[in-house]
């Protein structure tokens, strides 16, 4: 069956820290992989994308990579701050299926100064 | 506004009723989707728009739901004959163009926060 899956238990890290978050999918095929940031209460925020020929994208203090071979996307916040605390989706499109976006469940990142 | 305007943000409806959810997506952007997201959950594509034209509706769990664009803006999510697995919330977003999904950001709501009793 189709599934993403990104890590369900909450991530605690200490600030200045890089936090290292997991993408996981199977059965997919995507030519693009997106990241977003969810805050309580409030809907996603667009943060990365990246196409299936691209290994790796940068913004900032952010960066994230992308193995077509894994079937896998490492999403990475360097010198992370308290104020990074947040769930990170990340979401897909299959091939197949031009009009929509599938969403992974979020990873909470916890990050305590 | 500058930003995706949902309204209203909290709904409390009983079972049986019928609601209503608006989206009012960034000016002239062409595409537009609806997401249910539960507790703990990514959200889920319900429905697709590009302009007023409802090109996929795939993801929509009944005949009970329903969605508009008529003039390509503003847009509205209906949900007849509520049921309890209804409660949700559901996440409007738009982006610029007709370009693949995949490769555009989408810009998201706040979302309408619905509980039915």
């Known amino acids: 069956s189709q599934k993403i899956e990104q890590n369900s238990e909450a991530l605690n890290i200490q600030e200045g820290k890089t936090a290292t978050l997991t993408c996981n999918y199977t059965n997919y095929s995507p030519a693009y992989l997106q990241w977003y940031r969810q805050d309580p209460g409030r809907g996603p925020v667009f943060l990365l994308l990246i196409r299936e020929n691209e290994k790796e994208k940068r913004k900032e203090r952010l960066k994230v990579t992308f193995d077509t071979t894994l079937k896998q996307s490492l999403f990475h916040i360097t010198a992370s701050q308290p104020a990074d605390s947040a769930t990170y989706l990340c979401a897909l499109d299959d091939s197949g299926g031009y009009n929509k976006l599938i969403f992974g469940a979020g990873t909470r990142l916890a990050v305590h100064p | 506004g500058a930003g995706v305007s949902q309204s209203p943000r909290y709904k409390v409806a009983k079972r049986g009723q019928d609601v209503a959810l608006r989206c009012d997506p960034i000016s002239g952007h062409v595409s537009l989707f609806w997401y249910q997201q539960a507790l703990g959950q990514g959200p889920e594509f319900l429905t697709y728009f590009q302009n007023e034209a409802q090109l996929d509706k795939s993801g929509l769990p009944s005949d009970r739901f329903f969605a508009e664009r008529p003039e390509g803006s503003v847009s509205t999510l209906k949900i007849q004959r509520t049921q309890q697995e209804d409660s949700a919330v559901y996440l409007c977003?738009?982006?610029?163009?007709?370009?693949?999904?995949?490769?555009?950001?989408?810009?998201f709501g706040d979302g309408t926060r619905l509980s039915i009793l």
């Open positions: 977003a738009s982006s610029p163009s007709r370009d693949r999904v995949g490769n555009q950001p989408q810009h």
